[in-house]
């Protein structure tokens, strides 16, 4: 069982920068891929980010040259770094787990509750 916690979310100018870390229990973190998803209102939840165990990393069309997901395996953490933000991007972030990155971009097997993301232009 894997159980995610996300802060830093927030209220951002367009333009802007915001860092999300989700924080997740369980001894085989390092295990799991990790990665984001977001979900605007009235819009599906849609996958942003994702990286492996190993490292290798996945993005949405929309996140490429903007936002950059990392992990530290010591910390049970996973990070998005967010640059140049759009109103666009305003959404509920969630974090996820899944047992391969394959998995985790389809049919994550662990979410956490969410993050707020607003973007003002």
């Known amino acids: 069982q894997v159980q995610l916690v996300e802060s830093g979310g927030g209220l951002v100018q367009a333009g802007g920068s915001l860092r999300l870390s989700c924080a997740a229990s369980?001894?085989?973190?390092?295990?799991?891929?990790m990665g984001w998803f977001r979900q605007a209102p009235g819009k599906e939840r849609e996958f942003v980010a994702g990286?492996?165990?190993?490292?290798?990393?996945s993005y949405a069309d929309s996140a490429k040259g903007r936002f950059s997901i990392s992990r530290d395996n010591a910390k049970n953490t996973v990070y998005l770094q967010m640059n140049i933000l759009k109103p666009e991007d305003t959404a509920a972030y969630y974090c996820?787990?899944?047992?391969?990155?394959?998995?985790?971009?389809?049919?994550?097997?662990?979410w956490g509750r969410g993050t707020q993301v607003t973007v003002s232009s």
């Open positions: 990286i492996s165990w190993s490292g290798g990393t």
């Open positions: 369980g001894r085989t973190f390092y295990t799991y891929a």
């Open positions: 996820a787990a899944g047992n391969s990155l394959a998995i985790l971009t389809k049919a994550p097997n662990y």
